[in-house]
Every structure is written in structure tokens, then in C-alpha cells.
């Protein structure tokens, strides 16, 4: 069962995440990410640009500089991505990117710590991540 859903909140906005395994919340995280942004396109499978970066602290800090990461990527460059697929291992997540021709319709300023807790119960991991809009 793996999924996202967003969430409204008082002065931001934020998602709930469901998944199997490790990749699949780290990447069902950043296309919530990006459907809040109005950048996401799930049919857009051709990851064009990838980067590595190194993990260390927390699961929470591990989310937080994952997705802080991507936030940086569009920012500073100027690209934005419509897709992503992302690997963690060893420490070191690897996250491929999907190009979009569309600006963001929401910007995102952060990901935020708020209340986040990364859960695993059985096999299933949850968390809730608020982004300060």
C-alpha cells in the first residue's frame, strides 16, 4: 500500500506518506512534493539528470536534506523536475529527475521538521512532512 496524500494546514501545507520500503517513501514524499508544486506528471518516466548525496543523522534528517536537495536543484538552477525516483543506500540516496517544461504553480520556501516523525511498523513506513509555503 503505498501512497500520499496532502494535507491542508493552518498557514502551510503538508503530506501524509504510506509505503513499503525506504525508496518508495523517499520518492512518494518528493512527488507529493512536486503535485503541490503543480509540477508532478506520474506518466513522465524519463529521468534525463541525476544526483547523489550524502545521508547522515535521523530518517527525519535523512527526509528533510532529500528534499531540501530537490527545493535547491529548481531553485538555484532554474529547471524543474516532473518526476522523480529515488534510491537509498549505504547511506547515500541517489535521485533521478524527470525534466518539466512547466514553472511551479506553488512554491515551496521549506521543508519543515514540524511534527515529523518517520514510523516503521511491520513493513510499512509513515510519515507526515509540512512544507512552509
Known sequence: MNGYEII???ADVGIDVTADSVDA???LAARGMLDIMGLLDINSDSYKFSKR???SGTMEDWLVDVLTAILGEMEFDEIFFSNVFIIISNNMAE???AMSHRRPVT???AVTYHNLVVRKNDRIYTTRIIFDV
Open 53 to 55: 548525496i550524502t545521508l
Open 25 to 27: 517513501l523517499f520518492t
Open 8 to 10: 491542508e494546514t493552518t
Open 107 to 109: 512554491d515551496i520556501k
Open 95 to 97: 535521485i533521478k529527475f
